[in-house]
């Protein structure tokens, strides 16, 4: 230990040896990660020692979570990150200290306790001042997104009104807006802030654009920041980050990871105020190209889908820009590529239920063929209470005041579909809510509809999910409209009767002319 060159020497030693993984078990076992920690440890103002030990923790750490938990026991982690703080002009070191926090920080526990102790500025700063490093900014982009860092550090506390005293504070409502405000204002400074870590990321974009295996990363890193909320969201429109996404698609149109990733981070940043924001950026486009250039890609399919889902709750002229792009058609031809996949069926039925909202949308998902996948993709996987939830909105959705549409649903078996999904999922409230609405959307008032419905059971479907679910104040209210457009009075009692005795509604929703 008094030698740093032998040290060095042996740190660089079994981190060559570590780098073959069959190896690292039987190194881990002969003591050599404590060894490694105890050089890092004890020579921690070498620089060379300290970027050895860095390397040789990184090739460790690659090796699943027994040899992470041995170096977290023996401090490997805070030594890497004290050699980043000790060397942060020598990019070597920071280099391989990266890539060691990054492999360490998919461990549970190593990464709370990297987090705890400033790592993620650590990192971002490392990045920061050696951005011109290729392999730095791979493992420093990695390693902020394993540890969950924004570097947006908000106080997000407000004047709101709550003390004693009569008449000085502030209104709950001009309390919230204040709040508001303030939080605003704090995104906008840490947006700026040069160790945020979307301003980070977006800067490691900008500055390797032909760099697939970073571009990829770096969509992971913004999608899993744009999915922590608004603030997030907001940080990385100010960094420029919807635009670098859209351009890492297209410049690299063959990766399918790129184009998974970038889709994700996209339908992730499809949401609240950075929807339009989205849309204006290209978002659209990119995003049915990549389905279009990565069809046989399930991963691209299901984030695909799923951000078309986003882009379609905004507005109807975001819908038609969705229909216009050929947003249908990639939905449903995804759907078709991947019909085991369940994760494919189900964001490809939640983007058709909102791409059906309007008549125009709806003529083009049915010649698309829409109404065909959704019934596939609710028989195929019809335990998935997700799917079917999704399933009987999109059914809904198409049905809904366009006769010609509601009829060709019925033929192709609708009630049948619906009727199977509610039944699979009785203690799901979310997929009997969805489900009385459809139902009842499909009827209409049409006797032999109706007819259809109580040969298949539906009405002791509904019936059921009212008694099962009596707390649910919404599918309380739409199974009782379910109920009035489904039965006859007949029918309802002799519904209620094979039901057996019990009370039918709770008290807090129960009609007041007692009809219940």
Not at 46 to 71: S, T, W
Not at 301 to 323: F, I, K, M, Q
Not at 413 to 423: F, H, K, R, T
Request: proline share 3%; hydrophobic share 45%; with cysteine.
């Amino acid at each position: 230990r008094a030698s740093p060159r032998l040290q060095e020497a042996g740190c660089r030693a079994l981190a060559n040896l570590a780098s073959e993984r069959a190896l690292v078990a039987p190194l881990a076992h002969a003591g050599a990660i404590e060894r490694v920690c105890a050089a890092a440890k004890a020579h921690a103002g070498d620089a060379r020692v300290a970027e050895e030990a860095c390397a040789a923790l990184a090739n460790f750490a690659v090796g699943g979570p027994v040899p992470c938990q041995r170096i977290y026991e023996a401090g490997g982690g805070l030594a890497a990150l004290a050699a980043m703080g000790s060397h942060g002009k020598r990019g070597v070191v920071l280099q391989e200290g990266c890539a060691a926090l990054a492999n360490l920080t998919q461990h549970a526990a190593a990464a709370e306790q990297l987090a705890a102790a400033g790592a993620g500025r650590v990192i971002a700063g490392a990045m920061s001042e050696h951005l011109g490093n290729e392999r730095l900014q791979i493992f420093g982009v990695l390693a902020l997104d394993n540890l969950g860092y924004s570097g947006l550090d908000l106080d997000e506390q407000s004047e709101a009104s709550g003390g004693g005293g009569g008449g000085g504070g502030l209104s709950s409502v001009a309390a919230a807006r204040k709040a508001e405000r303030l939080k605003r204002t704090q995104l906008d400074v840490a947006a700026a802030e040069p160790l945020a870590a979307p301003l980070r990321v977006c800067a490691a974009m900008n500055a390797h654009p032909s760099s697939a295996k970073l571009q990829e990363l770096c969509c992971r890193a913004l999608a899993n920041m744009a999915a922590d909320g608004e603030g997030g969201r907001r940080a990385i429109a100010q960094s420029g980050g919807l635009a670098l996404v859209c351009a890492a698609i297209g410049l690299h149109a063959e990766h399918p990871g790129v184009a998974r990733r970038g889709c994700s981070a996209l339908g992730n940043m499809a949401a609240g105020e950075s929807i339009a924001l989205v849309e204006r950026a290209g978002g659209i486009h990119r995003v049915c190209e990549a389905l279009e250039a990565h069809e046989p890609h399930a991963g691209v399919a299901e984030d695909g889908c799923s951000a078309l889902a986003n882009l379609a709750c905004a507005d109807r002229p975001t819908r038609l820009a969705l229909v216009e792009a050929g947003g249908v058609t990639r939905v449903c031809r995804a759907m078709a590529a991947h019909p085991e996949v369940v994760g494919v069926q189900q964001e490809g039925c939640a983007a058709i239920a909102n791409l059906s909202w309007g008549e125009m949308q709806k003529r083009d998902v049915i010649a698309a063929g829409g109404a065909e996948r959704i019934f596939a993709a609710m028989k195929g996987h019809e335990g998935c209470a997700a799917l079917q939830e999704w399933g009987c909105k999109a059914l809904h959705n198409l049905g809904c005041n366009n006769e010609g549409v509601r009829a060709q649903l019925l033929a192709d078996g609708a009630v049948a579909v619906l009727c199977a999904g509610m039944g699979a999922h009785a203690a799901s409230p979310a997929v009997l809510l969805e489900g009385c609405v459809a139902l009842a959307s499909l009827a209409r008032d049409d006797e032999a509809v109706k007819k259809e419905v109580n040969d298949a059971g539906g009405l002791q479907l509904v019936i059921g999910a009212l008694r099962a679910h009596k707390d649910n104040s919404e599918l309380q209210r739409w199974g009782y409209k379910a109920l009035r457009s489904l039965a006859t009075e007949d029918a309802l009692g002799t519904a209620t009767r094979r039901g057996g005795k019990g009370k039918l509604y709770s008290q807090a929703s129960k009609p007041a002319n007692g009809a219940g």
